[in-house]
């Protein structure tokens, strides 16, 4: 499976923004997707996940209430929609997909999009 993120910037604290991370080549049934996050000097850590029926989703207590994760299995994507954004939120966000056991660990995902640079300015 290969994952194209997209929807970064730099946005004011307590602004919005919307990435999508779109997936080809390869069966996603049985997967979830969703979105990790790495500020500088940090460790990657994970924000939120949807399978793909979107029956099940997830999200760290950090953005719970502030972000939102969908689909559109029409054409592959899924989103984060990120409200009231922090400057702590500032970080490269990386979309990923992966079996659900292996949620959220991102140790266990072998399917990794690029990053998208999302900066929340003070």
């Known amino acids: 499976v290969q994952l194209q993120a997209s929807g970064g910037g730099l946005v004011h604290s307590g602004g919005s923004l919307r990435l999508s991370c779109v997936a080809s080549g390869g069966t996603l049934s049985r997967q979830m997707m969703g979105w990790f996050r790495q500020a500088p000097g940090k460790e990657r850590e994970f924000v939120s996940a949807?399978?793909?029926?979107?029956?099940?989703?997830f999200a760290a207590d950090a953005v719970k209430g502030r972000f939102a994760i969908s689909k559109h299995n029409a054409n592959n994507t899924i989103h984060l929609q990120m409200n009231s954004l922090k400057p702590e939120d500032t970080a490269v966000y990386y979309c990923a997909a992966g079996p659900t056991e292996n949620w959220p660990w991102p140790d266990r995902l072998h399917s990794w999009g690029q990053g998208t640079l999302v900066t929340v300015s003070s």
């Open positions: 949807i399978s793909w029926d979107g029956g099940i989703k």
